[in-house]
């Protein structure tokens, strides 16, 4: 049996996928420090401060501060300088491909516009992609009411990597339904689809984005345990769930992660894969969140083989790159497998 530092030796080196993480909450806290000092001087707020912020009572204290944060992303430039930064903290995670959503209605400059957002973010992860490849999916925010409106614009610079989109934002308040025309629009226009659903809300969000949004992956889906037709029906129709565990902490989804049913809708053959949300606001990487999970729930080094299977398996790319990514790890995994077991027989 490999023993629980060498899964965690493993996770460390592990060829990842990440799937579901907004860009503006990966933003390295001395990068974004650097942006509040730009705008507000260098004795406004300190890191240790800055850290500080980041705890929550509950989601929508969450939301309070995520808008906040997005107040000091004023200009074009500053999008450039955090996918920069973004993409170079990815790659020292060992990421090797990502799915990044980005929120072009939270941003703070009047009369932006949508289309100058997408090209700064690929102009600054550009200077990275000989080392990841990234994709972006905009979120387009439950609350903003130039939803299709914005949906056009962006299909302008779809050809800046914009591979689908997604909503966000406060979910109780606003439920999927209110959103069939954008999502029809969105499949019209070649956008794959995700959704944030059954984060904060209960089954019946997930329901409607899968049957009124049509959906092609489920954004958190953590209370879909308290509907077994709707587990099993995720699970029958190989619904990816991008589940992101130690963000439902945070944000008090759920209670605990002994509590998050990640673990059991993997073991029942739901295609869960593990993301990381808004790490930098959840003090989290993908590292932690797999460990945390060989912590809580005892996985051996199959269960997160499989789980960053499930991520290549969910991931909107072209078959090549999923073929090159699963080689990748597949390759990764034999030979830490073989080197465990040469250490365990001396």
């Not at 993409?87 to 209605?105: C, G, H, K, M």
């Not at 619904?239 to 945070?250: A, G, K, Q, T, Y």
Request: glycine share 4%; proline share 3%; charged share 25%.
């Amino acid at each position: 049996m490999v023993s629980k530092n060498n899964i965690k030796s493993f996770i460390r080196d592990l060829p990842k996928v990440e799937l579901h993480l907004h860009l503006e909450g990966a933003i390295p806290l001395e990068s974004l420090l650097a942006l509040i000092e730009k705008y507000k001087g260098k004795y406004f707020i300190t890191l240790a401060e800055l850290e500080q912020n980041f705890t929550y009572t509950d989601f929508i204290h969450f939301l309070d501060i995520w808008y906040w944060k997005n107040s000091f992303i004023r200009e074009y430039e500053d999008y450039q300088f955090i996918s920069e930064q973004v993409a170079l903290n990815l790659i020292e995670q060992n990421v090797r491909y990502a799915e990044i959503y980005f929120s072009p209605a939270d941003f703070s400059k009047k009369d932006s516009k949508p289309q100058e957002i997408a090209i700064a973010i690929r102009k600054g992860l550009n200077r990275y992609s000989d080392t990841i490849t990234i994709k972006l999916i905009p979120d387009l925010v439950r609350d903003d009411n130039l939803k299709l409106q914005l949906l056009e614009q962006l299909y302008e610079v779809k050809d800046q990597g914009l591979i689908g989109i997604g909503l966000g934002g406060d979910e109780a308040s606003y439920p999927p339904i209110l959103f069939t025309e954008v999502y029809q629009k969105a499949k019209k226009l070649g956008f794959n689809t995700t959704c944030h659903a059954g984060e904060v809300a209960g089954p019946d969000y997930i329901w409607q984005a899968i049957r009124d949004l049509h959906i092609d992956r489920i954004g958190h889906g953590t209370n879909a345990y308290k509907d077994l037709e709707l587990v099993q029906y995720l699970i029958d129709n190989k619904i990816p769930v991008e589940m992101c565990p130690i963000s439902n902490v945070r944000t008090a989804s759920v209670t605990s992660l002994k509590e998050h049913p990640i673990y059991k809708f993997y073991k029942k053959g739901m295609l869960v894969s593990v993301n990381t949300d808004d790490p930098k606001m959840f003090n989290t990487t993908l590292e932690k969140e797999y460990i945390s999970l060989v912590d809580t729930f005892n996985m051996n080094l199959i269960d997160i083989y499989n789980l960053a299977q499930n991520s290549i398996k969910s991931a909107w790319c072209s078959e090549d790159t999923k073929i090159a990514l699963d080689s990748e790890l597949s390759q990764y995994y034999e030979r830490h497998v073989n080197l465990s077991q040469t250490y365990e027989n001396n």
